[in-house]
Each structure stands twice: as structure tokens, then as C-alpha cells.
């Protein structure tokens, strides 16, 4: 059984530590709003198989294992890799010492396949959402465009992250979020995360590594979101995204609650990457020497 949680720990983890939060994510997956399913049982996954699956990305929420797919006539296409998932259910067994009935839990994970990895089995509800029509934010695409030695920036993947390794940015596709504002709410997040990087404001070399949930990790996305928070309203949209940035905020600073000045020093970083991506860091070192 521990290999089991091992096996689902290390794969949330690995998600985290990439960026991506499965909970949090102000766009659609594509084509479905509905929650991931198996294809050939028709029965939807519950509990942290929906987080595992929601976070890959694909655009069906269908899934089968090899064995399914094959029943249905489909292959699952040549080097593509399933994902774990966990099946949980609680066995009837005889107690060796008393003889009596007694519950043990049986955990057992299972790989599977998304739709969009299979050819020849067709969804049988894949209706397409139509696609929001984006429309840059001038004041926010300026912002973007004009920050100093920027990150390599890419709409490849539908999640976003910062990879500092590559010294990449990835964000979806702008028209699969819910408004332009939470585009450029989320671009600005992943921006702040990449002044860390050592040849901007250096907070963390790239080669340390990052453990969700550990003070330093929980610091960083806090300095990320308030440097959003700072960049939204120079743009012009911060009340839009006030009450989501608020619960964001307010989730980190719960793990670094009690220890103010964290908080604090979070706070002045924050504004150092807001300086950094508006490129006022010249200016400001004037004012310092006139001062």
C-alpha cells in the first residue's frame, strides 16, 4: 500500500513543483467543462483522481486503461504515457487470531489514457465549447511586452507554470480563459515567479529546489501573487481580480502566519518584481542617490 501513496504523492508533488496547482486554474480544459470519466463504465473519478487527471491538460475528460481501449477497438498511440490513478475500496477478510469478519482496506493505482491519446474510438458527447474571442488588454500587453530581459514565453501547454531550469513561461491559450483579465492576471503571476530567476533579482537559484507547502515555496507564490496583484492594478484591471488574488493571497500567508516578517519581506519583493517587470529600477536607484 505504500507504494501506492508513494507512487500518487510524488506525482501531485511533481505537479506542484512545477507550478501547477489542479484547483486553482481560472481557465476550461477545452472541449468539456464536465469532470474527467471513464469512457467504457461511463462512471466519473471522485476524490484526487480528479485532480491527477484535471491537471494533464487534455482536452477530452474521457480516459480508459490499455486493456479498455483495445476492448473498444482503439490503440493507445505508439510512446505516449498514461497517468497513475488510485481505485480504494474496503475488503471483507477473516481475522487470523479471532476468526471474526473484519474491514481491510485494499489500495491498489491503476495507468490510464486520455481520449486524445487513443485513435479509433470516437467520444460519444464530444461537443465542442466554442472558444472565447480575446481581446488584448493594451495597458496589460504593454506591461508584457516591455518587461526587461523577459522570460521565454509560450501558449504551449494548457497550464501555467515557470520552469526556471528553461527560464520559461508557459500559459494556455488567452481564449480559453474566463475573461482577458484573468489572461493577463495569470501571465502577470508567472512573470513575477521568473524575476527570481538568479540573472534577474536572484530570491533562488534555480538549482535549489522548491517543496510545496514548505515556508519558502509558500513565500514565493505569495511574492508571485502579490506582484500580480501590484502589476493587475497598473493595468488598470485589479478590481477585477481583487477577490480571487485576496483568497490566494490570504491561502499562503496561513502557512506563513505568525512569523510577520515573512510577510513582510514577501511584500517588499513583490514590489521589487513589480519595479523589475515595469522597468523602474532605474529611476528608482536615482531617487535613491538624490535622496
Keep these: ?23 486553482n486554474r481560472p481557465w476550461s ?7 474527467p470519466a471513464n469512457l467504457k463504465t461511463g462512471h466519473g473519478y471522485r476524490g484526487i483522481n480528479v485532480f491527477l487527471l484535471a491537471a494533464m491538460g487534455y482536452s477530452s475528460r474521457f480516459w480508459l ?27 471483507q477478510v477473516e481475522d487470523r487470531e479471532t476468526g471474526e469478519p473484519k474491514e481491510v482496506p485494499m489500495l491498489r493505482y491503476y495507468t490510464v489514457f486520455n481520449l486524445d491519446q ?4 470516437e467520444a ?21 511586452d516591455n518587461m526587461p530581459n ?8 494548457p497550464r ?26 495569470t501571465a502577470f503571476h508567472e512573470l513575477t515567479h521568473s524575476t527570481g530567476h538568479e540573472k534577474r533579482l536572484g530570491r533562488r537559484p534555480s538549482d535549489v529546489p522548491r517543496f510545496y507547502g514548505d515556508r519558502e515555496y509558500s513565500q514565493e507564490e505569495l511574492v508571485a501573487e502579490m506582484g500580480a496583484a501590484f502589476l493587475c492594478s497598473e493595468a488598470g484591471i485589479g478590481q477585477v481580480l481583487i477577490e480571487d488574488q485576496a483568497a490566494y493571497i490570504d491561502n499562503w500567508i496561513n502557512v506563513l502566519r505568525g512569523t510577520p516578517q ?17 522597468n523602474k529600477q532605474n529611476s528608482l536607484e536615482v531617487s535613491n542617490e538624490e535622496s
Design 1 to 23: 500500500m505504500s507504494q501506492v501513496y508513494q507512487i500518487i504523492t510524488d506525482r501531485i508533488v511533481s505537479l506542484l513543483e512545477e507550478g501547477t496547482i489542479p484547483w
Design 124 to 144: 460519444p458527447d464530444a461537443v465542442q465549447i466554442p472558444e472565447r474571442e480575446f481581446s488584448p488588454i493594451e495597458r496589460a500587453q504593454q506591461i508584457i
Design 262 to 278: 515573512m510577510v513582510i519581506k514577501a511584500a517588499s519583493s513583490a514590489q521589487a518584481a513589480a519595479d523589475y517587470i515595469l
Design 29 to 35: 480544459g477545452g472541449p468539456s467543462h464536465e469532470w
Design 150 to 157: 523577459p522570460p521565454r514565453i509560450e501558449h504551449v501547454q
Design 160 to 185: 501555467a507554470f515557470y520552469r526556471s531550469k528553461d527560464d520559461l513561461v508557459n500559459l494556455p491559450r488567452p481564449e480559453l480563459f474566463k475573461s482577458d483579465e484573468y489572461y493577463y492576471g
Design 65 to 91: 486503461s490499455f486493456k479498455q481501449a483495445r476492448v473498444m477497438g482503439g490503440h493507445v498511440r505508439k510512446g505516449e504515457h498514461g497517468t497513475p490513478i488510485i481505485f480504494w475500496k474496503k475488503l
Design 118 to 121: 487513443v485513435d479509433g474510438i
